[in-house]
T-cell receptor, first 112, second 113 residues
Framework: GEDVEQSLFLSVREGDSSVINCTYT??????LYWYKQEPGAGLQLLTY?????DMKQDQRLTVLLNKKDKHLSLRIADTQTGDSAIYFCAGSISGGYNKLIFGAGTRLAVHP | DAGVIQSPRHEVTEMGQEVTLRCKPISGHNSLFWYRQTMMRGLELLIY????????DSGMPEDRFSAKMPNASFSTLKIQPSEPRDSAVYFC???????????FGPGTRLLVL
């Protein structure tokens, strides 16, 4: 089945760019997602990319997809303290509905 | 749009008690998911409903867990009897269709003593 892996922790300085990486195993994933979870809150959809795209940009967020290497990344430009959260990568697997398999999450800490 | 609504937000109970978690999906959404989040296992899909019908319950851990969706605007997840290892955050999510993006509720934080 699908397996999604992420590094667990990333620390950046305010104003710098953050890059969160993710690898997945199921090449049939139609969409790949990034969700953000703030302390005590649910998962908030940040962005997603269709599997036939290489890149998607949305304001400060840039998603890069390398299908050959099954590698997905999320770049946050000009990282702010409000970006501190856990970021989850998720792939969708085939089976008649959009079943998501989540990575363990990357905790992003932004310091002054 | 009110988003996905879950209640209660926090629940503390004693081992052996029945626990009922509730979810109201976004209006117009016809797919609903229940997830469990723990430190050890991350986010796990428990069950998926489409048009109020359970489609995939392969993630339900054991018979102590049951879920219902009596109508398009309400679902419950019940644990009876509860055990300490059930302590987790339980999320509900909904989508407009089978292949659409999932929107999550704020979760119910359950602690079983």
């Amino acid at each position: 089945g699908e397996d999604v892996e992420q590094s667990l922790f990333l620390s950046v300085r305010e104003g710098d760019s953050s890059v969160i990486n993710c690898t997945y195993t199921d090449s049939s994933s139609t969409y790949l997602y990034w969700y953000k979870q703030e302390p005590g809150a649910g998962l908030q959809l940040l962005t997603y990319i269709f599997s036939n795209m290489d890149m998607k940009q949305d304001q400060r967020l840039t998603v890069l997809l390398n299908k050959k290497d099954k590698h997905l990344s999320l770049r946050i430009a000009d990282t702010q303290t409000g970006d501190s959260a856990i970021y989850f990568c998720a792939g969708s697997i085939s089976g008649g509905y959009n079943k998501l398999i989540f990575g363990a999450g990357t905790r992003l800490a932004v310091h002054p | 749009d009110a988003g996905v609504i879950q209640s209660p937000r926090h629940e503390v109970t004693e081992m052996g008690q029945e626990v009922t978690l509730r979810c109201k999906p976004i209006s117009g959404h016809n797919s609903l998911f229940w997830y469990r989040q723990t430190m050890m296992r991350g986010l796990e899909l428990l069950i998926y409903f489409n048009n109020n019908v359970p489609i995939d319950d392969s993630g339900m851990p054991e018979d102590r867990f049951s879920a219902k969706m009596p109508n398009a605007s309400f679902s419950t997840l019940k644990i009876q009897p509860s055990e300490p290892r059930d302590s987790a955050v339980y999320f509900c999510a909904s989508t407009r269709g089978r292949q659409e993006t999932q929107y999550f509720g704020p979760g119910t934080r359950l602690l079983v003593l």
